[in-house]
C-alpha cells in the first residue's frame, strides 16, 4: 500500500513537502504543476518547482527525508510536452505526471488541465508523445478528474490513458464542475479501474483513517493520494498505514513553528501569513488548540507577531 502526496498549488512546495514527508511516511510526492505552452522550459524554471531536482545526481530528486519526488506537467500540446518531460527526466526527475484535473478556469481557458477530459483523443496523443520522448524504463503517471460537466467519458479517458502507455493513473473522485464539494464519488474510480489494466491511485475526500478505508473498500484500489488530508493530520500517511496514532498537538505546533523559519525567509515570505492561517484552517477540525491558535492570530499581518504567538 502507497500512500502518496497530492500536488497542491501553492501549497504543497518544496518546503512543505520537505516537512511532512519527514513525518508522514509518504511514499511519493508529486510537485505544483508546471506550464507548459509552446516551448522547451529552462532549468531555472523546473529547479524553482522542484529544488530536489539539483542535487538530483547524489539524492537522487528526493525530499530529505529520501521520498521520491515527481514532476508534475500540464499542457495541451503533444509535442513540447514530450520535449519538456525528456528535459526533466534528463534533470533526474522520478518520474513524470501529467496534469489533467486542474480545475482552474484560467488553466481550462487555454485548453489545459481538466478541459481535455473532454477530448480523450488528445489526451491520448499527449501521453503517447510523452512517454516516446522518455527512457523506456521511466515512470509516467497521469492525473485526472471523473470528468468536466459530467462522467460520460469516465472510463473513455482512463481507456485512453493505458492505451497510451501511461504506467499509473491517479484518479479524483470529482468533475471538474464538481470542485472539491463532498462527496467524492469513489465508486466511480472502481468504475474506471475495472476498466483497465494498470494501477489506479484514489484521491478525494480521505481525511482521516476511517475514511481510507472506506476509500480501499469502494474504490478497490490499494494505493492512495492525500492532499488537504495531510494538512488536516500532518502525519496522517502514517496514520493511514496503521502506523502511528494522529500526530499530538505539541509535535504539530512544532512543525508549524519550522514551516514560519521555512516561510520567513526568501521570495514566498510575502504569502506566509496567508498560509499559515489557512493551514491553521485546517488543522482546527481535529485540533482544539489549532481553533485557540487561529483567533489569536487572525488578525496579525506580521510575520514577526505570528512567530511570536507561536
Avoid at 460537466?149 to 464542475?177: P, Y
Avoid at 470542485?179 to 476498466?195: D, E, M, R, S
Avoid at 492532499?227 to 500532518?234: F, K, S, V, Y
Wanted: hydrophobic residues 40%.
Amino acid at each position: 500500500m502507497r500512500v502518496v502526496l497530492a500536488p497542491m498549488e501553492g501549497v504543497l512546495d518544496y518546503r512543505m513537502r520537505d516537512l511532512l514527508t519527514q513525518v508522514g511516511s509518504y511514499d511519493l510526492c508529486v510537485t505544483e504543476f508546471i506550464r507548459v505552452v509552446d516551448q522547451v522550459l529552462p532549468d531555472r524554471v523546473f529547479h524553482r518547482y522542484c529544488p530536489e531536482l539539483i542535487d538530483a545526481d547524489v539524492y537522487g530528486s528526493c525530499t530529505k527525508a529520501g521520498t521520491p519526488v515527481r514532476v508534475q506537467l500540464l499542457g495541451q500540446y503533444p509535442e513540447y510536452m514530450a520535449e519538456n518531460a525528456a528535459k526533466v527526466i534528463e534533470l533526474g526527475s522520478s518520474g513524470i505526471d501529467l496534469n489533467f484535473g486542474c480545475p482552474s478556469k484560467t488553466v481550462n481557458k487555454s485548453r489545459g488541465g481538466s478541459i481535455l477530459l473532454k477530448d480523450p483523443e488528445n489526451l491520448y496523443q499527449i501521453i503517447k508523445a510523452v512517454k516516446e520522448a522518455v527512457p523506456s524504463d521511466t515512470i509516467v503517471s497521469a492525473k485526472i478528474r471523473l470528468g468536466y460537466e459530467d462522467k460520460t467519458l469516465a472510463i473513455e479517458n482512463g481507456q485512453a490513458v493505458e492505451a497510451a502507455g501511461a504506467n499509473e493513473l491517479t484518479i479524483h473522485a470529482r468533475t471538474k464542475l464538481e470542485g472539491y464539494k463532498p462527496p467524492a464519488h469513489w465508486h466511480w474510480i472502481a468504475k474506471v479501474k475495472n476498466a483497465i489494466n494498470i494501477p489506479v491511485i484514489a484521491n478525494g475526500e480521505i481525511w482521516n483513517l476511517e475514511d481510507a478505508i472506506k476509500c480501499r473498500e469502494i474504490s478497490g484500489c490499494t494505493d492512495l493520494m492525500v492532499g488537504r488530508g495531510a494538512l488536516t493530520i500532518p502525519n496522517l500517511g502514517q496514520v493511514i498505514k496503521q502506523e502511528s496514532d494522529n500526530m499530538p498537538w505539541l509535535e504539530v505546533r512544532a512543525i508549524l513553528s519550522a514551516y514560519t523559519e521555512f516561510e520567513t525567509h526568501g521570495d514566498k515570505s510575502k504569502y506566509y501569513c496567508n498560509r499559515i492561517k489557512q493551514w491553521l484552517k485546517y488543522l482546527k477540525s481535529h485540533y482544539k488548540e489549532a481553533d485557540v491558535l487561529f483567533d489569536e492570530i487572525r488578525r496579525l499581518k506580521t510575520a514577526e507577531g505570528i512567530r511570536a504567538a507561536l
